[in-house]
T-cell receptor, first 115, second 115 residues
Framework: AQSVTQLGSHVSVSEGALVLLRCNYS??????LFWYVQYPNQGLQLLLK??????LVKGINGFEAEFKKSETSFHLTKPSAHMSDAAEYFC?????????????FGDGTTLTVKP | GAGVSQSPSNKVTEKGKDVELRCDPI?????LYWYRQRLGQGLEFLIY????????KSGLPSDRFSAERTGESVSTLTIQRTQQEDSAVYLC?????????????FGPGTRLTVL
């Protein structure tokens, strides 16, 4: 069984400020972890993924996330927010011991960037 | 280099009618997923196809929901006798292989409104 909790359904930051979006997971087997971004009226786009290699993962648009097994966390960060980062962000988990299979998604965090 | 496409983009129907939603995955992708996204919520897994294997239907909410896939191409999601609680965005995704670390590529979704 697996689950994802995204703390904070809405996060607001000023342009240029640090972005921190929180994700905690639960998985009975070692997980694969993903962050997706969804812009209005669009599908989800992969930002980055953790697949049991390096624990610090760098993605597109300057985002990165660190897998911390002891904290069961995979928080998403970006040093300096840009207006174009305003979107909804989803964390997802998938068990690593199966071939493909479904992902379990969090409820999402809406990021607002203030000028 | 087309991505995942879905049609229609919007569908408004009356309660009790049947609807059919279509997904065209990326050519060559063996895995195809359907998710439901209710307003303000995360993605809810519905069904998963992998090659010629039996689909994983564990997420279908009722027997009013069904899906088919022809080989490794088009998939249709059918909802019979629609109810107002079926109103949501239905997202389709495909991925290239069987490994669990494969990225899912999402379509733009079909927004279903049941009056």
């Amino acid at each position: 069984a697996q689950s994802v909790t995204q703390l904070g359904s809405h996060v607001s930051v000023s342009e240029g400020a640090l972005v921190l979006l929180r994700c905690n997971y639960s998985s009975s087997v070692p997980p694969y972890l993903f962050w997706y971004v969804q812009y209005p009226n669009q599908g989800l786009q992969l930002l980055l993924k953790y697949t049991s290699a390096a624990t610090l993962v760098k993605g597109i648009n300057g985002f990165e996330a660190e897998f911390k097994k002891s904290e069961t966390s995979f928080h998403l960060t970006k040093p300096s927010a840009h207006m174009s980062d305003a979107a909804e962000y989803f964390c997802a988990v998938r068990p690593s011991n199966t071939n493909a299979g479904k992902s379990t998604f969090g409820d999402g965090t809406t990021l607002t960037v203030k000028p | 280099g087309a991505g995942v496409s879905q049609s229609p983009s919007n569908k408004v129907t009356e309660k009790g009618k049947d609807v059919e939603l279509r997904c065209d995955p990326i050519s060559g992708h063996t895995a195809l997923y359907w998710y439901r996204q209710r307003l303000g919520q995360g993605l809810e897994f519905l069904i998963y196809f992998q090659g010629n294997s039996a689909p994983d239907k564990s997420g279908l909410p009722s027997d009013r929901f069904s899906a088919e896939r022809t080989g490794e191409s088009v998939s249709t999601l059918t909802i019979q006798r629609t109810q107002q609680e079926d109103s949501a965005v239905y997202l389709c995704a495909s991925s290239p292989g069987t490994a669990g670390n494969n990225e899912q590529f999402f379509g733009p979704g079909t927004r279903l409104t049941v009056l």
